[in-house]
């Protein structure tokens, strides 16, 4: 039971970490980007590229992350741009559907160049006992990169001038407007960090298990999942929600079963739209 | 009183199409086991399609599973008569009236709760993945992966694949008779008046949740029907026949190159589709990357679809400048 337990938290951080970049874009301006898994697969791939000529793991880790981030910015600067003319449910319907035109280009050149692709970062060493339940070191480093950038997050959006000012971007786009804030570069610059975000993401997930070149959909379901659930565009939120589905995944899947396990995660996201729709911590 | 001649116009668009699909086999196709089947494939997409549009198009409710709602209706009608040996018929019209439930369910849920085009997105995706989960997960009953032999259809329609074209032709036609009919009725009039602004519409005593219920009901309905009687004529049913990538992305896709909420919209993006797959006989990965920049070439440059391309093309041609727009549905 600790076990499980303590492994659901485990897959819960890894699936905080995922919503986290999907959030801060839509909470930011109403785009939900179905393009997100595809950029977790993206850095993968140059990341794994990059290590079979045998670059140290962490370079190839960068390497990875740096290529999320500009795949990111640039899909603000180009397609995002008509997207952000438009308001309301328009701009969040268009937004859904170019994401996920852009998510297809992406799968289908992934795939089509390198369809044997994964990433598989192998952490080495005997388990680590933890509460007297043995765990996997990369499982450890995992979870630990995920609570670092978590108070990364919420100390940058916290404390600093610019945390403040993208917060203020997303409770009120005109009032930050009229407050010297360009909410334009505040969008880059969170899309820039979702990529970033979305390359550790990448990097965290491979430590496990490896990373294959088609998870890109799968990554997006359960990262709108965890969005849905934690509240759009709460960085906390994401990070409860994903604990939260992580426990309850692992409890269901050990006494349950795979399949209805799927079903009841899916139906926890239907719940809170229906019961909730702010999600668990948002406004 | 609509007059006989505004009503001759209203059914043009129909008749054209009914008679191209029907010229289509003898002048073309015929022989072509293998241009047939694309062609049934491409009939299928557009009854989807239309079923989406009634549902997207003209009344605003993004329904992200047209793929489980045909599944519903195929698995419905199949499971049933591998359990009972009733007759076909029966199972397509269970698989058919379940399919209009659920997708009726599914509009109340949303319409109770008033979520958005966003959230009903959601909802109805997240439906998607769980229906995809329970054909999984429900070995006995659905085979799973391997999927289910149809064995009721084997002497019916699977041999006869010109038959099955004509049958999916007489379908798509009757759905788009519906469509018309319902598109000069009253409920086409509340249709537009909510899609145009929800609000006004409430204010001015459309009953917009009765609509939207009335739309999702019927599409469903037609989805799933479409579903069912391909279970049939493909005799072969498995959870890739209804997913969600090879359904529901390639009928957004195909209705919003046609044109949303117009009613040759699914015809045309369907009949486009089916050329381009014919033609492109390169590797399936590529075929998606293309598929992705059609998605993107079409809602960056081309929002609003081929038919309405066309329609306000002929009407700049066939209306002499200063007339006064008379005041009717669109033919679209």
Redesign the interface.
Request: charged share 15%; hydrophobic share 70%.
């Given at each position: 039971m600790r076990a499980v337990i303590l492994d659901g938290i485990v897959l819960g951080l890894a699936f905080g970490l995922l919503g986290v970049g999907m959030t801060l874009v839509y909470g930011l301006g109403g785009v939900l980007n179905l393009a997100y898994g595809q950029i977790v697969v993206l850095a993968a791939i140059v990341a794994s590229n990059v290590m079979a000529d045998g670059t140290a793991t962490l370079v190839a880790a960068c390497a990875g992350v740096l290529v999320a981030a500009g795949a990111a910015v640039l899909l603000d600067l180009t397609l995002m741009r008509p997207v952000y003319r438009q308001h309301g449910e328009e701009r969040t319907l268009l937004g859904l559907l170019l994401t996920l035109g852009a998510a297809f280009v992406i799968a289908g050149l992934l795939t089509w160049r390198y369809p044997a692709g994964a990433l598989y970062v192998n952490i080495t060493g005997d388990p680590v006992s933890i509460i007297g339940v043995p765990m996997a070191r990369g499982a450890i480093w995992a979870s630990a990169i995920a609570l670092a950038v978590a108070a990364v997050l919420l100390l940058f959006f916290g404390l600093t001038t610019f945390g403040r000012g993208v917060r203020s971007v997303i409770q009120d786009e005109t009032g930050a407007r009229l407050v010297g804030i360009n909410p334009s570069f505040v969008r880059t610059v969170i899309f820039a960090l979702s990529g970033v975000l979305a390359g550790i993401v990448a990097i965290t997930h491979s430590m496990s298990g490896p990373l294959t070149v088609n998870a890109g959909f799968e990554l997006t379901t359960f990262a709108l999942i965890v969005t849905v659930v934690g509240g759009l565009g709460s960085v906390a939120g994401a990070f409860l929600a994903g604990v939260l589905l992580g426990v309850v995944n692992t409890l269901s899947a050990h006494y349950i079963g795979q399949y209805i396990t799927t079903i009841i995660l899916l139906g926890a996201a239907a719940l809170t739209i229906l019961v909730r729709p702010r999600g668990l911590l948002g406004r | 009183m609509r007059s006989a001649r505004s009503l001759g116009w209203a059914a043009l668009p129909i008749v054209v199409t009914a008679a191209v699909l029907a010229a289509l086999p003898p002048i073309w196709f015929g022989d072509s086991p293998y241009t047939t089947s694309l062609a049934v494939q491409a009939l299928v997409f557009a009854a989807y399609g239309v079923g989406f549009n009634l549902i997207f198009g003209s009344t605003n409710q993004?329904f992200l599973c047209v793929g489980a709602l045909a599944g519903v209706g195929g698995y419905g009608a199949v499971i049933l008569i591998d359990e009972t040996s009733l007759p076909m018929s029966v199972g397509i019209v269970v698989g058919t009236l379940s399919a209009a439930i659920v997708g009726g369910l599914l509009s109340w849920?949303a319409v109770r709760?008033s979520?958005?085009?966003?959230?009903t997105?959601?909802?109805t995706?997240?439906?998607s993945?769980?229906f995809a989960?329970?054909l999984?997960?429900q070995r006995e009953l659905t085979g799973a992966e391997t999927g289910l032999v149809v064995s009721a259809a084997a002497d019916k329609l699977g041999d006869d694949q010109v038959g099955g074209y004509y049958m999916f032709a007489c379908l798509l036609v009757v759905f788009l008779v519906i469509f018309r009919v319902l598109q000069l009725s009253h409920i086409g009039w509340a249709f537009r008046a909510l899609r145009d602004d929800e609000v006004a519409a409430e204010l001015a005593g459309v009953d917009v949740a009765r609509y939207r219920i009335y739309a999702a009901t019927i599409g469903s309905a037609m989805i799933g029907l479409a579903g069912a009687l391909f279970a049939y004529s493909s005799g072969y049913v498995s959870p890739s026949t209804y997913s969600f990538?090879r359904v529901d992305?390639r009928v957004?896709v195909l209705v919003?190159f046609g044109g949303l909420g117009t009613l040759l919209g699914p015809v045309v993006g369907a009949g486009v589709f089916a050329i381009l797959d014919e033609r492109l006989t390169t590797?399936l990965?590529?075929?998606?990357?293309?598929?992705?920049?059609?998605?993107?070439a079409i809602?960056?440059f081309f929002r609003r679809g081929v038919v309405h391309a066309v329609v306000s093309l002929w009407k700049r041609i066939s209306k002499p400048r200063g007339e006064k727009p008379t005041l009717q549905p669109s033919r679209e």
């Open positions: - | 993004l849920i709760r979520l958005g085009i966003i959230f997105g959601i909802v995706l997240v439906f993945l769980a989960n329970l999984l997960g990538d992305v957004l919003a590797s990965e590529l075929r998606e990357v293309l598929y992705g920049v059609f998605v993107l809602f960056l």
